[in-house]
């Protein structure tokens, strides 16, 4: 079966720098999540979107953006980029229209973005 | 505000043995999802077993299994015959009704789970 796609998988860049990660849900699925983990902590839920609108916000900073196109896939825009960016971000998928909140998430292998 | 709380950061049991992993959370909905994903040293994110809170039966899938005390608050989860790639850090996620901002994973800290051979 599909999975969600995540591009890059790896990322380096320098403080300042600006970064684009890439994230392509599960056919079908109307719903995009954005986390970012931070070395040996949880994910921490940054933005959503649902039918390409932003859907929630959470601890997003002002420097990072993104967006959900009209093929659905969602890009996380980040810059000024600091040595704290330095995270595995994981984008996640699912699908809830007709109020299915039921389903469950499904994660991305992660883009893992080390700021030098 | 949803909070989940693992207490165990580390836990390890030998292999074909069973291990149960806690999970305790706080919140005032009455109706909302709990699930257990699995984090190895791949840092994929995998999900392994879900639970609905209006159901009473506790969920199972294959050797994991859930043991739900609504009333206390508590999602824990079993892992029979443990094997030696059920090690990996495992996460205990809330998320609430639908609506609003309830889609959201909220995550536990983790437990690192390691299945000595």
């Known amino acids: 079966a599909a999975g969600v796609i995540q591009s890059p998988r790896h990322l380096i860049k320098e403080k300042r720098e600006t970064a684009t990660l890439k994230c392509y849900p599960i056919?079908?699925?109307?719903?995009v999540y954005w986390y970012q983990q931070g070395p040996g902590q949880d994910p921490q839920f940054l933005i959503s979107?649902?039918?390409?609108?932003?859907?929630d916000k959470g601890s997003i900073p002002d420097r990072f953006s993104a967006q959900q196109f009209s093929d659905y896939h969602s890009e996380l825009n980040m810059s000024s980029l600091e040595l704290g960016d330095s995270a595995l971000y994981f984008c996640?998928?699912?699908?809830?229209?007709?109020?299915?909140?039921?389903?469950?998430?499904?994660f991305g292998d992660g883009t893992r973005l080390s700021i030098l | 505000a949803q909070t989940v709380t693992q207490s165990q950061p580390e836990m390890s049991v030998q292999e074909a043995e069973t291990v149960t992993l806690s999970c305790t959370y706080d919140?005032?909905?009455?109706?909302?999802?709990l699930f257990w994903y699995k984090q190895p040293p791949s840092r994929q994110m995998i999900l392994v077993i879900r639970?609905?809170?209006?159901?009473?039966q506790n969920a199972t899938e294959n050797r994991f299994s859930v043991n739900f005390q609504k009333a206390a608050k508590s999602f824990s989860l079993k892992i029979s015959d443990s094997q030696l790639g059920d090690t990996a850090m495992y996460f205990c996620?809330?998320?609430?009704?639908?609506?609003?901002?309830?889609?959201?994973?909220?995550f536990g800290k983790g437990t690192l789970l390691t299945v000595n051979p």
């Open positions: 996640a998928s699912s699908y809830r229209t007709g109020g299915k909140s039921n389903q469950p998430q499904h």
């Open positions: 056919p079908r699925h109307d719903t």
């Open positions: 979107f649902y039918e390409k609108m932003q859907s």
């Open positions: 919140t005032s909905e009455n109706n909302y999802y």
């Open positions: 639970q609905e809170a209006y159901k009473q």
């Open positions: 996620a809330f998320k609430g009704p639908s609506g609003g901002s309830n889609y959201k994973l909220t």
